[in-house]
Each structure stands twice: as C-alpha cells, then as structure tokens.
C-alpha cells in the first residue's frame, strides 16, 4: 500500500476538477492505497490556504513540503496546469521535483485566451508523469516536448437513481412540465445564451445549477431578465437528483477539457443536447448520440416518444469505455510502470 497525496486549489467541491479527483481518489483506494487531500480550499485532510485561487500569498516551501512528505505518489489536479495561483504552482513544481508524481492536466494555458501569454506550465521533470484527459490536449503537449498519457475521466456506472419526484417537488415543477438541466457553473464558455435559445425554441424551463464565477453575475442577469422561458436556479445536494429530475440535459459549452454532465445523463438515461466543442466530437467518435442545439427536430421527435436504444446505446458507451473499472485498470498501469503497487 502507497501513501498517494492529492493536490490542488480545492477538492470536494463541485466543480469538474474536484469531482474527478474525487473518483481518482476512490479508484487509488479500491486499488488498496491510502490517499490523502491537500489544497487550499475545501473539505480537505489538509488545508494550506495559500495553494486556493487568488490567494495573497505563496505557501511556504517547507509548509507544502511538509504536508506532502509521508506521499510516496502525489497526484497534482491542475495546479501545475492553469495558472490560477503561479506562485503556488512554482513552490509544488519546486518541493516535486525528482519525487514521483502524476501532473493531471485539465486546462493548460494556451486552451484559455486569457492565460495564452503563460508558457511556464506545465513544468516538467524526469521524475513525474503527465496525464491529460483528452487526445487533443495529449498531441498540444506533444507539440510542445512534453510526453503525456490520455487517461479518460471516470464515471461509477451504478450509481444510485436520483429522486424525480422529491426534487421537482422541491423545484416547484409540474409532473408535465419539460425541465432541461444546465448542470454548469455560470461562466462565459458555458455559452448560457445559447442554452436559453434551446429552452425557449422547445417550450422548456432552464435550470441553471451552478454557482456564478469568473464576474459573470451581471451579465448573467441581464440574460435571464430577457428570457423567453421559466428559469431555475436552485442548487441540489445530489447529483443523481438533477439528473433523475431532468427531462434532458443542456451542454453548449463553446469549450470543455472533457464534458462531464453529457455523460453523467448517460449514466441516467437522460437525453443530452451538446455543443460542437472540439474535445466533443472526440467523445462522440466513442459512440454517444447527442442532440445538436443548431438541430432540434431530432430531439423534438425523441422527447415525443422516446428510443430507448439511445439511452441503453450511450449507457453502454459509458460502461465499455468511461466507468471506474475500465479507468481503474488504466490507472493501475499507469502506477506500476512507475514502480507503485497496492
């Protein structure tokens, strides 16, 4: 059994990094390892504020050193990758450097127009391996003299069912109303707007389940104000629940390092509606049908009277490709080429 130390800004939250490293985490444990949490932000083992978003100050070396020093692995979730906090990231590349060490990278630099100009992530070092979560981002690393592994992100296939009926109970939603789920923090590249168009065009109520981030709270709210449809923006503890509530889940992001709700729908049987955002159509190439938001009659036609091939098809996706067990093994691989085992 290994001592593997998860790092970042934050964890056990509910953005998308969080919530992958949380199934890292559990995978690592069900191959017999220990893990332990360390950022600066979240219900965590161990809490060094200075490695969260925006944070005044660096955390010390020796301060991070010593929350990592019994880790025989430490898995880094993009705080070497984005620059969210450069200074933190050059004290974790600095206290990794020759020690064995996972650089899981969601969103470098150059994929982000405003952090483009940052070319010092992600740091490199003959002691560490580099994951990404998608091929494309694997070939960009390639381009720039990084070698990187594509390591899918995972997803528990028998995840429990939410509670339909509670929840639109709690959301006010009548048993015939049509409710799509945006279930996405409110920024930019979530393109809301097209969203909206979606609900409105299809006579359905947007839910809007994520925190406003980024400064997009004015505009924002002059987007909802015009809406041509009803409009939720009500939080739920349970991630099985805004699916099991839903009648189709909305995803018109302009750009995604992965997608997780797409799938996550799939997982409960709910029809997605999804961009052309590039890493999309690497998802789709697996086998998953998804709606295209520029072409509503096919999912007009399926909310009429709903295939159930779909929703077993791109279940199956998920199993065959996407769950915990499938990336478990690749996680395993990927631990014992470095001389790690349970």
Known sequence: ???CAI?????????????????????????????????????????????ATGAPEAPGADELSA????????????????????????????ALAGRPA?????????????????TELPPDDPAWRHVTINRLTEHQMAARGISATTIYNPFEVDAPPGDRAGTRRLLDVAEDELLFAHPVRAIPRKDIPRALQVCEDLGATYWLTGPTEEGYEPALKALLAEAACRILRHP?????????????????????????????????????????????????????????????????????GADPQL???????????LSMEVIGNQ??????????HA
């Open 1 to 3: 059994m290994a001592t």
């Open 7 to 51: 790092l970042s800004f934050r964890l056990g939250l509910s953005d998308g990094v969080s919530v992958v490293a949380g199934r890292w985490g559990t995978i690592l444990q069900r191959l017999g390892h220990r893990v332990v949490t360390v950022a600066g932000e979240g219900p965590v083992d161990r809490k060094l504020e200075a490695l």
């Open 67 to 94: 929350a990592l020093a019994d880790a025989e692995l430490v898995i880094v979730e993009n705080l070497c990758t984005i620059p969210l906090n450069l200074p933190a990231a050059r004290v974790a590349a600095a």
């Open 102 to 118: 996972v650089l899981h990278h969601h969103d470098p630099p150059w994929q982000r127009q405003r952090f483009a100009h940052v």
């Open 236 to 304: 739920v503890p349970s991630a099985a629940d805004i699916y099991a509530a839903a009648d189709a889940v909305v995803f018109t992001s302009t750009w995604e390092g992965f997608g997780n709700p797409p799938v996550e729908a799939a997982v409960h049987g709910r029809p997605a509606i999804v961009s052309q955002y590039p890493v999309a159509a690497e998802l789709r190439a697996l086998g998953f049908r998804w709606f295209d938001p520029d072409d509503l009659d096919p999912l007009r036609a399926h909310l009429a």
């Open 311 to 321: 929703a077993d098809q791109n279940r199956w996706i998920v199993q065959e490709h």
């Open 331 to 340: 996680i395993a691989d990927l631990l014992a080429d470095m001389g790690i």
